[in-house]
């Protein structure tokens, strides 16, 4: 039989049971000012937040660990617990959830019982970053070699993982991902037969974008195994073999010079440690009248650290830098800018499409991998476009080269550049895909 608890113990538990659903509510009321979201806790309580504007959303927790775990971690927590099936979105999508959620943290600081965590992760950015040549090569390997087919199940027919460029809002993926091609190689001014360096070149395809619509001799580099073999399969297939080769790569130990270098999508896995030894490498790999093209995911506020799920779960080493973090290496590598565009929206609506088409192969994901991983996928696509969406994330595209005069003064040549690359896409032996040819 139990022992009867006095009535000061008996009110001191009740109240301890009741504190992660006070705790829950006072973090909520002080984030979701606008919108309609509906928590459901763990012991059954409901809460009502926002102003009821836009669709309404409704989450739940499942499990009190769960809840206590998102509480004290938010950062870590919320997307394990998603994976888990301990959060579960009940009305609307994971997506409408982290809208709402990011969109209020744009706004204002974090909860406080999180303050000291996130000063931690400040002060520790540094080590997480610690990339050198083993580590990166294992960084690459955790997203970039798992099955070709989860890629193939969202990206585009040419698989370029990277911001897309919009140049009508009604444009397909397909037309996005190949304007990006061709913008970025209208700011390269190549010319047939000069030697390209494609940093991180993934499957291949802006090499062989560049090779043969521009007519240049391109090699690419990657450190991963898997989109090592399709790169070059593809250039056999497309038998430009002679003018695109694919090596297994650090940036760090190439020994040529180049004409043209281009990185897109990679520079996020530098690391702030290794800034000066990249652009160092670019400045000994460039020829005098050379001129870089870097694309990269960046903040437009200060520096900060890895979203610490992203960190674990997706880009292990991984880091999104301030441009103010960025610049200072340039010029210490003696470079010069030349150009900087700044890309905002653009990846929100890549990552939406991804995220649709995804969803829209969800069983064929499933086929492949177990919930739990399509869950985390599912998290991944929705944060990240969420990022863009509504707080601080862009993509910058920066130009280079070592000497004034390189490029022209005005940037109207790119428009001319890109009419021209147009008109030589159409004229291409395989003429490259559209959406709905």
């Known amino acids: 039989m139990d022992r009867l608890l006095p009535e000061s113990q008996l009110s001191s538990r009740l109240s301890f049971s009741r504190l992660p659903d006070r705790l829950l509510r006072i973090a909520f009321a002080a984030l979701i000012r606008h919108?309609?979201?509906?928590?459901?806790?763990?012991?059954?309580?409901?809460?009502?937040?926002?102003?009821?504007?836009?669709?309404?959303?409704?989450?739940?927790?499942?499990?009190?660990?769960?809840q206590w775990a998102v509480l004290l971690d938010p950062e870590l927590r919320l997307g394990e617990a998603f994976m888990d099936g301990t959060f579960v979105v009940e009305q609307g999508t994971i997506a409408d959830f982290l809208r709402l959620v990011t969109a209020a943290v744009a706004v204002r600081y974090p909860i406080p019982w999180i303050r000291p965590l996130v000063m931690i992760r400040w002060l520790a950015r540094r080590l997480a970053q610690w990339n050198r040549r083993h580590a990166a090569r294992r960084n690459v390997a955790h997203h970039y070699d798992l099955d070709g087919r989860l890629y193939a199940l969202f990206l585009d027919s040419d698989r370029q993982y990277s911001c897309a460029y919009f140049e009508r809002p009604d444009a397909s993926?397909?037309?996005?991902?190949?304007?990006?091609?061709?913008?970025?190689a209208a700011k390269l001014l190549l010319t047939p037969g000069q030697r390209v360096l494609d940093i991180g070149c993934?499957?291949?395809?802006?090499?062989?974008?560049?090779?043969?619509?521009?007519?240049?001799?391109?090699?690419?580099?990657?450190?991963?195994?898997?989109q090592l073999a399709v790169a070059r399969a593809r250039a056999r297939d497309a038998e430009l073999g002679g003018r695109v080769r694919f090596r297994l790569q650090d940036y760090r130990d190439v020994p040529e010079t180049f004409d043209r270098i281009?990185?897109?999508g990679m520079f996020e896995h530098v690391g702030v440690r290794f800034y000066d030894a990249y652009f160092q490498a670019v400045a000994r790999a460039l020829s005098e009248d050379g001129v870089v093209l870097l694309h990269a995911i960046g903040r437009s506020e200060g520096p900060a650290y890895t979203n610490p799920w992203i960190a674990k779960y997706i880009f292990p080493g991984g880091y999104i830098p301030a441009l103010s973090e960025v610049l200072p290496a340039i010029e210490r590598a003696g470079l010069?800018?030349?150009?900087?565009?700044?890309?905002?929206l653009h990846y929100a609506d890549t990552l939406a499409a991804w995220r649709e088409r995804f969803l829209a192969h969800r069983d064929d994901a499933l086929k492949l991998y177990d919930c739990r991983f399509v869950r985390m996928w599912e998290f991944y696509l929705a944060a990240s476009e969420m990022a863009f969406r509504e707080q601080n994330m862009m993509v910058f595209q920066i130009q280079l080269a070592k000497r004034q005069g390189v490029v022209p003064v005005r940037r109207d040549y790119m428009a001319r550049e890109e009419n021209r690359l147009r008109a030589a896409e159409r004229g291409t032996r395989a003429p490259l895909r559209l959406a709905g040819e």
């Not at 509906?38 to 927790?61: E, L, N």
């Not at 010069?336 to 905002?344: A, H």
């Open 173 to 184: 993926l397909d037309d996005a991902q190949l304007a990006k091609k061709r913008h970025i």
């Open 262 to 264: 281009v990185s897109v």
């Open 336 to 344: 010069l800018v030349t150009d900087i565009e700044i890309l905002r």
């Open 202 to 226: 993934g499957w291949g395809g802006l090499a062989l974008y560049l090779a043969e619509v521009c007519g240049a001799d391109v090699t690419g580099l990657t450190l991963s195994t898997e």
């Open 35 to 66: 919108g309609s979201l509906r928590v459901t806790t763990a012991a059954g309580s409901v809460f009502v937040f926002g102003d009821g504007a836009g669709p309404p959303v409704a989450v739940r927790f499942t499990r009190p660990a769960a």
